[in-house]
């Protein structure tokens, strides 16, 4: 075991498999490219069964990674235990509270993730869902960004973001996606009840397969002579104030 800046790698056979027995949360597996038999089928045997993603490297890939023999698989422990979203939603609702969460569909920057978790801890949100690809690395300084608020909030990773927010628009809730391209302003809509709030990457926004998805899409209003868009982190916590402050009125 190797620790590194922002994460804490595993490498190694046996180790891994010790890993993957143990059921610490796991971030990335790597897998060297051409090795696929023996021992390292087993261990991909044990990734299907907990639903891991791997990626298949060249060996120099992995050697970029650690120094010492990795037998051709390295894996990073998560620095937070993920949540399943079925049971933040279900939780809610059994402690007789409207289901409030945020998904983050794209957040890459580390800074704007920890500070966006900080606020939605603070705030009450019920967990953060994020897509297991395309978004930005919770490990330490993630946590730190976000003054420990990701070791409170549960958080969820899907592979599929159509169907999880599929699932929650079956489970009830409304989808909220926040773009500048909206005619209806934040405070004109409706954002009380069960309700996710969606929101895009930092440069494109929501994709159009997301907003296509949205039962209400919001803008925040802005000055026509100020600059032309808010920063996400800023932005999510304008949105989540509105609906806290709605659910409150």
Not at 87 to 105: H, R, S, T, W
Not at 108 to 118: H, K, L, Q, S, Y
Not at 192 to 214: I, Y
Request: hydrophobic share 40%; glycine share 8%; net charge neutral.
């Amino acid at each position: 075991m190797i620790k590194e800046k922002n994460k804490t790698l595993i490498y190694g056979i046996h180790p891994v498999i010790e890993a993957l027995e143990s059921g610490k949360t796991i971030d990335k597996v790597w897998l060297q490219e051409g090795q696929l038999q023996g021992q390292l089928a087993e261990i991909i045997s044990m990734l299907l069964k907990r639903r891991i993603q791997w990626k298949q490297v060249p060996s120099a890939k992995l050697n970029s990674l650690v120094r010492g023999n990795h037998q051709g698989v390295i894996l990073s422990l998560s620095s937070v235990d993920f949540a399943t979203l079925e049971n933040v939603v279900a939780d809610a609702f059994a402690n007789g509270e409207d289901p409030f969460i945020l998904v983050l569909d794209g957040i890459t920057d580390v800074r704007n993730f920890g500070a966006i978790a900080r606020t939605a801890s603070c705030l009450g949100v019920h967990g953060i869902l994020v897509p297991e690809k395309g978004s930005a690395p919770i490990g330490p300084d993630a946590v730190k960004t976000s003054a420990g608020a990701l070791l409170k909030i549960p958080v969820c990773r899907t592979t599929s973001m159509y169907h999880s927010l599929k699932y929650l628009q079956n489970s009830g809730l409304k989808l909220v996606g926040a773009t500048e391209k909206a005619q209806d302003v934040i405070y004109a809509c409706d954002l009380q009840g069960p309700l996710a709030l969606v929101m895009g990457n930092e440069e494109t926004g929501l994709s159009t397969d997301t907003l296509k998805q949205c039962d209400i899409i919001a803008r925040i209003p802005q000055s026509l002579g100020g600059v032309d868009s808010l920063n996400v982190s800023v932005a999510t916590g304008m949105f989540v104030y509105e609906i806290v402050r709605q659910r409150t009125v």
